[in-house]
């Protein structure tokens, strides 16, 4: 319940400060730019694929950083306690992205339907395109100053820049280094990526919506797990640090 | 008595920067507990730790009998250093909301949201947003936040930092009125005054420590120097006043009395009255707490290895210098040790190392 309350708290601050006009222009602008000529359900799901995780890029970003006030210092004071603070933040950001997708989807819907979109169809391709939402901002909490301290953050994103440097480091280059240096690598990449194929069949999910094979369910369950996982990791992580909120 | 909060030998440190280090503090229930220190010294730090908001490298802190602070983290009310509150909202909505995160609910929570608004005068103007209030009004909205719960324990960081004289006044009455409510007070300040008004014991804060501890009241007696600014004081009543004693200056229309004593303050208003002078004003010439504060400042920049630690967990007016490191004069054992040589060379400025 105190969760709820938190989050309906920052929600309701990131509305009334106006900042919500950002999400409701990127909206419009999607659909003008994008989504007015006549297209089938995967051009939708391509669109909004691609637009949700920038957008959750930047809401996080405004989000984390309305969390990283002084004023937090008089919430956190109360009986929410750190996790409940984290995790309103996290809703607060989720709720706004996907209530822009909602916004976009109604438009959509009203002005301009694609071929073949029904209720289901929606709800099938919107399922993992949300969990891949919150999978985002889960990282980004995470990554973020509040919840680690800077050594911690540069160490997880060079494990996040090494899982995807097979798509840097190739060919020529690859073949210059060592044998043993292109195994470990190989290995690296394998082993580090492994948590980004949840995310990346999501989006693929999302645009096929074929729930045909019980792949389809496993990465939705997936999915949730590694959403999970971050929250978690970024709770603990937040418990245990000194709290000192950013005096900007 | 119970004591409300109870830090041993707490240590904090912030990468390289030491700023608590073998902290003690008792405060008993009822009490009202201010601590003076110059910038830097780690009062908000200290308040932080209390709050769970920072971690002791070592040491221990309890707080209405329990060292789970997150157990007891609504019975104890928390106004911050700096007005920061969420402007986005209005005083009553942004109290109903400190309200619920606290578990308050229904009209319950509107009751004692209505009765803290009321108590900090803000009834008037409790449906307006919080970004068009003054200073001073934010801090009162701090104070009802602080209170909203009824808290056992209040933690009052910097109580008048950045309100104008006006609005240091309206706070310090408040929290007067405050204290009428039996709760716990524990205030960081810069400010004498603030000490002198609102506070049962002083602690002044220096090289992480509590270096020394008094009574308010016990320092609250006959100031060392006085003036007294007078009308129509004549060259025979300024010799009159001379011939008391030597301490007495006079400069044009105000007497000048150093090294005051209660017979001498009154042989002199005595002599000025019964010469039909007119007394405007008498007013002290230097705060006690103030003297008490610098001494202790200035006793506690010794060369390194020679410590003070003034008094503390004892009712002495005298300070105590001890050769033992910071790290383990820690404990009230130690702290007793006494030495009147160093005692002597203190008071002197004398700081060699004998």
């Known amino acids: ?248 | 008595m119970t004591a409300v909060i109870d830090i041993a030998n707490l240590y904090k440190a912030y990468g390289d920067v030491s700023v608590l280090q073998g902290l003690n503090l008792r405060v008993g229930a009822g009490e009202s507990f201010g601590l003076l220190g110059p910038n830097g010294a780690g009062k908000s730090t200290l308040i932080h730790l209390m709050l769970g908001f920072l971690r002791p490298d070592r040491g221990q802190i309890a707080l209405l009998g329990t060292t789970r602070l997150e157990q007891i983290r609504l019975r104890v009310g928390y106004l911050p250093e700096r007005q920061r509150y969420h402007m986005a909202y209005s005083a009553r909505e942004y109290l109903r909301f400190l309200g619920s995160f606290s578990g308050l609910t229904g009209a319950a929570m509107h009751e004692r949201v209505d009765r803290e608004l009321a108590l900090v005068g803000l009834t008037e103007v409790a449906d307006r947003r919080l970004a068009t209030f003054s200073k001073g009004m934010l801090q009162r909205l701090g104070i009802a936040q602080a209170l909203l719960m009824d808290p056992d324990l209040l933690l009052i960081d910097e109580p008048t930092s950045g309100l104008d004289p006006t609005g240091q006044r309206e706070v310090i009455d408040l929290l007067n009125e405050v204290r009428q409510r039996n709760h716990t007070l524990f205030l960081c300040t810069h400010y004498m005054h603030e000490i002198d008004q609102l506070c049962d014991r002083v602690g002044i804060m220096a090289n992480g420590r509590i270096a020394v501890e008094r009574k308010v009241a016990d320092l609250q007696g006959i100031v060392n120097s006085v003036r007294i600014k007078v009308q129509g004081m004549t060259a025979q009543v300024q010799e009159a006043l001379h011939t008391l004693g030597p301490g007495i200056h006079c400069e044009g229309q105000s007497v000048r009395i150093s090294q005051n004593s209660p017979r001498l303050q009154a042989a002199v208003l005595r002599t000025l009255l019964d010469a039909n002078v007119v007394i405007l004003m008498l007013e002290p010439l230097e705060n006690p707490i103030e003297r008490l504060y610098l001494e202790t400042i200035q006793a506690t920049k010794l060369p390194s290895g020679l410590h003070t630690s003034l008094g503390m967990f004892n009712n002495s007016q005298r300070p105590i210098l001890t050769r033992t490191p910071p790290e383990k004069v820690a404990s009230p054992e130690r702290q007793g040790e006494r030495d009147p040589l160093l005692h002597e060379l203190l008071q002197t400025g004398k700081t060699e190392d004998k």
């Open chain 1, 1 to 248: 319940m105190r969760l709820l309350r938190f989050t309906g708290f920052s929600l309701l601050e990131y509305l009334r400060s106006g900042r919500v006009a950002i999400e409701i222009i990127a909206a419009l602008l999607i659909y003008a730019i994008f989504l007015r000529r006549p297209m089938d359900v995967t051009y939708f799901f391509n669109v909004v694929g691609i637009f949700t995780p920038l957008l959750t890029l930047y809401t996080m970003a405004i989000v984390i950083s309305l969390g990283d006030r002084p004023q937090g210092y008089v919430v956190v004071s109360r009986g929410i306690g750190r996790a409940t603070f984290l995790l309103g933040l996290f809703f607060t950001a989720w709720t706004l992205v996907a209530g822009t997708y909602g916004l976009i989807s109604v438009i959509v819907a009203l002005f301009n339907p694609p071929t073949e979109l029904d209720l289901l169809n929606w709800l099938l391709g919107t399922l993992p395109l949300l969990l891949n939402i919150g999978l985002l901002a889960a990282l980004m909490l995470l990554l973020s100053p509040l919840v680690l301290p800077t050594g911690w953050r540069l160490f997880i994103l060079s494990l996040i820049a090494l899982a995807f440097s097979g798509n840097f480091i190739g060919g020529q280059l690859l073949n210059a280094l060592p044998e043993a240096v292109r195994a470990l690598l190989r290995a690296l990449q394998a082993l580090l990526g492994g948590p980004l194929v949840p995310a990346f069949y999501g989006f693929q999910l999302a645009v096929t919506r074929d729930y045909s094979s019980a792949t389809a369910l496993a990465n939705l369950f997936a999915q949730a797990s590694l959403l999970i996982s971050l929250l978690g990791l970024a709770i603990y992580a937040f418990a245990r640090r000194d709290l000192i909120f950013s005096t900007q």
